[in-house]
């Protein structure tokens, strides 16, 4: 089980960016709003305002997007999909992605395959 976190820079894809989790099996996630540093330090602190010029022009807000994924596999598609939609994440500007291991998880709903295969196998289906 993974945690994986996409930080998503372009908040006018984010529609697409959510099909295409569907679409990779992950149907459970929580959208964030959030903020890059940068944009925190040149508007929010004083000592870095003149960083505004520098600035203008990059999005100031993006959106984090939480998921906990049971089935690793799902991974590899769905990063093929999102580097469809909104470029090669290994590009400035387009977002990042990361998964950090998951060694306890409790209040996840059950994955509809792991139930039905469960009862089959107690043989109660």
Not at 65 to 83: A, C, G, N
Not at 106 to 125: F, H, I, M, W
């Amino acid at each position: 089980m993974k945690l994986l976190v996409f930080v998503l820079n372009k908040e006018e894809l984010l529609d697409d960016v959510l099909s295409a989790y569907v679409e990779a099996g992950i149907d459970g996630a929580t959208i964030l709003d959030s903020e890059g540093m940068g944009r925190f330090l040149t508007y929010e602190v004083p000592l870095f305002a003149d960083f505004k010029e520098f600035m203008k022009g990059n999005k100031p807000y993006n959106k984090t997007i939480i998921s906990v994924v049971r089935h690793e596999k799902r991974i590899p598609k769905l990063i093929s999909l999102l580097d469809s939609v909104c470029g090669d994440l290994s590009k400035p500007g387009t977002g990042i992605i990361f998964t950090v291991p998951v060694d306890f998880c409790k209040g996840l709903v059950p994955d509809p395959d792991e139930e039905e295969q469960s009862a089959e196998s107690r043989g109660t289906t």
